[in-house]
């Protein structure tokens, strides 16, 4: 029997599965950038995004963080809670990069102390455009107390990952996350943590193991996040 897709994103898909509180993730070898006007296929990379991710899910686990994941099922799939996704990016950058470089002119690897938490509407067809705390509060979305644990969370996870990265001399630049609420109403971590979501600098460096060896063409992207999981030990 084939299971019932009940979503296709750009780099996952979501099943359904027999039980009514879980589903299924399962990650494509596809990657986009610039809101989905850059798109190509890279052999293996669901594959090595789910390392990643079942890597850092569980070192945050460990550390007192909520997530969604059960269990990991095979080399490209897990089985989660099934969550309503908070429509909301949450990004936290510890160094200027990207977009706020664009936007505000920062200079590229500006030290944000303490690190910014920004948050993007989750929206392609408007562009994931940047939201300030009020605008949420319009949003049918999540309460002023629900945004306050949102950001308690990424600011733990933040303090998290970027203690462990540095410890493998990585540099931890900023990174994107996604929470979603469980039937009971609780706020948890979802979706993946992966070079696809992160900025990962070789310490005292600028260069990247991560998405924008492919957003700025500079290399093989898979052969950049294989060299990044082994300096963290990730078997592949
Ligand atoms: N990011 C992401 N998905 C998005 C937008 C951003 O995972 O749809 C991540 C991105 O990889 C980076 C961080 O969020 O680690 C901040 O991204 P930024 O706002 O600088 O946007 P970019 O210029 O990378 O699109």
């Not at 605008?135 to 979305?141: A, G």
């Not at 460096?205 to 998405?211: A, G, H, I, P, Y």
């Not at 999981?229 to 990730?234: N, S, T, V």
Request: hydrophobic share 40%; proline share 2%; charged share 30%.
């Amino acid at each position: 029997m084939t299971a019932t897709l009940l979503y296709e994103g750009k780099a996952k898909r979501v099943f359904e599965t027999d039980k009514n509180d879980e589903v299924i993730i399962s990650f494509k070898d596809d990657a986009t950038a610039f809101n989905g006007l850059k798109k190509d296929s890279f052999t293996d990379k669901g594959r090595v995004n789910l390392a990643f991710t079942k890597y850092f899910f569980n070192l945050l686990e460990s550390g007192g963080i909520k997530t969604h994941i059960i269990s990991f099922i095979d080399e490209i799939s897990l089985k989660a809670k099934k969550v309503s996704i908070v429509p909301l990016e949450v990004v936290v950058r510890n160094l200027a990069a990207g977009s706020l470089c664009k936007r505000l002119g920062f200079e590229k690897g500006m030290v944000m102390e303490p690190p910014l938490c920004e948050y993007y509407l989750k929206n392609d067809a408007l562009n994931d455009p940047i939201l300030c705390k009020e605008h949420i509060k319009y949003m049918n979305t999540v309460n002023e107390q629900e945004l306050a644990c949102i950001e308690e969370q990424a600011l733990k996870i933040n303090e998290i990952l970027r203690a462990h990265m540095d410890s493998k001399n990585i540099t931890l630049v900023d990174f994107k996350l996604e929470f979603g609420k469980t039937s009971t109403g609780e706020i948890i971590l979802a979706d993946e943590i992966s070079p696809d979501t992160c900025r990962f600098w070789k310490k005292g460096t600028m260069e990247s193991l991560d998405k924008d060896v492919y957003r700025e063409g500079k290399g093989d992207l898979v052969d950049s996040y294989k060299v990044l999981a082994d300096i963290l030990g990730i078997k592949l």
